[in-house]
């Protein structure tokens, strides 16, 4: 059984939007700030820290899932996706460029995490209803937009990728 | 907020997380999806010295149909239980209750297991368990022990788990093909805590009679509160019927009041959340029957 010690600062290896990545955690560091502090990826943000908010929301194995409320030492071997490996050769995919269109975010501080929320979302209801799209947005506070644009934007997307 | 330092452990075995509780007992702290845990480390609420991480434990995630009962194994995340066509077939209850259970985001790494040994009052899954006459498996080094989940919530995020015993899964007796179910909650939004819900399974006779009536409310005590329904059995659901057994449910009931809800509004919502139950419940057999 794996035990590490409460000062003891562990290498955890797990893999970023298709890249092996490699830093140190003692067991209390949260993901979110693995992934920020260690691994530079500032597209996971801070908002609550208890699993309310949905900012640090990333995909975890291919699940949307809150980064603040797991620590890194839990994450040695997952597989992340952040909203840096959404663009493809600096190209913004579907669903962003639905968002861009919409105005779906002003100051952007809740988007990455709903971008993730959504990419899961979508794979698993790939033509939401308005109501199931609410649903989904249910799990994240966005105090700018009053939601409205933001379930445009993931209706069209999925719309967009049915035609395609 | 971060939380105060703890040690890790990694279980591999059931046998690995229970050899650290018989040790450390109350200093250790069984996490498993962390939406619960996770949340009073980070506000340090808690600040045990040491988390024990049950995630990859083989095997603690499964479903499993036997004679009469399913058995939901700790880990069960509460996304894959609502995907679960067993779930959806054999405890119609808990596939209802689930879409109330946190968000979308939560449900993917939150635990069945972790919602019942966190006990929060206002938790779905509890309700659910206790209403299913469902029961809690705990292992320690000493025994295997099951506890009527009934016996097992005894207070605000209190249960009758030992500190060396280990949550390992629920036992949910197989709901009759002709039993009707309802879930109802009332919170602030869609995914808060419960300020009440109300679960409901109801069979009916031949004569649109109640057969019988299982019935809770969650939320407005500090731990799931089933309804005595005794004295309505053989009696048709109609208004008189359920404004009388609302009257008698509200009676004995010990209301929380919070920053959210006063006890009185409690009540109130009670009554409502039992009527739409009872009804749905009753609708839902009906389409049962054969």
């Not at chain 2, 689930?98 to 309700?127: K, M």
């Not at chain 2, 808060?192 to 409310?217: H, K, V, W, Y």
Request: glycine fraction near 8%.
């Amino acid at each position: 059984m794996l035990h590490v010690k409460a000062d003891e600062r562990r290498r955890i290896e797990l893999t970023v939007n298709g890249r092996r990545r490699v830093g140190n955690a003692e067991p209390r560091m949260l993901l979110t700030d693995f992934l920020r502090h260690e691994l530079q990826v500032f597209g996971v943000h801070v908002g609550c820290e208890h699993g309310v908010c949905g900012a640090c929301t990333i995909l975890r194995d291919g699940r949307a899932v809150r980064s603040c409320t797991q620590y890194a030492v839990q994450a040695d071997g997952a597989e992340i996706s952040t909203v840096e490996g959404l663009a493809h050769e600096g190209k913004l995919n579907v669903l962003q460029r639905a968002f861009a269109r919409h105005h779906a975010l002003q100051c952007g501080f809740c988007t990455a995490g709903i971008l993730m929320s959504a990419t899961h979302f979508l794979t698993t209801t790939p033509r939401p209803t308005e109501a199931q799209v609410r649903d989904m947005l249910s799990g994240h506070i966005c105090r700018c937009t009053g939601y409205a644009p933001i379930v445009a934007a993931i209706l069209d997307a999925a719309q967009a990728a049915g035609d395609t | 907020m971060k939380p105060a330092r703890f040690d890790y452990y990694r279980a591999g075995s059931i046998a690995d997380a229970t050899g650290v509780l018989a040790e450390l007992r109350e200093d250790a702290a069984v996490l498993a999806g962390g939406l619960s845990l996770g949340p009073m480390l980070n506000l340090r609420l808690v600040r045990p010295r040491a988390v024990i991480d049950i995630t990859r434990v083989p095997r603690l995630d499964t479903v499993e149909l036997r004679n009469g009962s399913v058995a939901t194994g700790a880990a069960l995340t509460q996304a894959d239980a609502l995907e679960s066509d067993v779930v959806r077939r054999e405890i119609p209850l808990l596939a209802l209750a689930l879409p109330w259970v946190g968000h979308f985001q939560t449900r993917n790494r939150g635990t069945l297991g972790g919602s019942v040994a966190h006990a929060d009052p206002s938790a779905e899954i509890p309700l659910c368990l206790v209403v299913s006459g469902g029961t809690i498996v705990l292992r320690s080094q000493r025994r295997e022990r099951r506890v009527r989940a009934e016996k097992f919530f005894l207070g605000m995020l209190t249960t009758a788990r030992q500190p060396d015993e280990l949550v390992v899964g629920l036992e949910w007796p197989r709901a009759p093909a002709d039993a009707g179910h309802a879930f109802e909650e009332v919170s602030q939004r869609h995914g808060d805590f419960a300020i009440c819900a109300a679960a409901c399974r109801i069979r009916l006779d031949g004569g649109d009679r109640i057969a019988s009536l299982d019935l809770g409310l969650g939320g407005v005590e500090s731990r799931p509160a089933p309804v005595d329904t005794a004295a309505f059995v053989g009696r048709p659901v109609d208004a008189s019927m359920v404004q009388e057994l609302g009257d008698q449910a509200v009676r004995p009931l010990a209301p929380l009041e919070d920053h959210v809800a006063t006890a009185d509004y409690r009540l109130a919502l009670a009554r409502v959340l039992i009527s739409r139950v009872v009804h749905d419940a009753a609708a839902d057999a009906r389409t049962r029957r054969t």
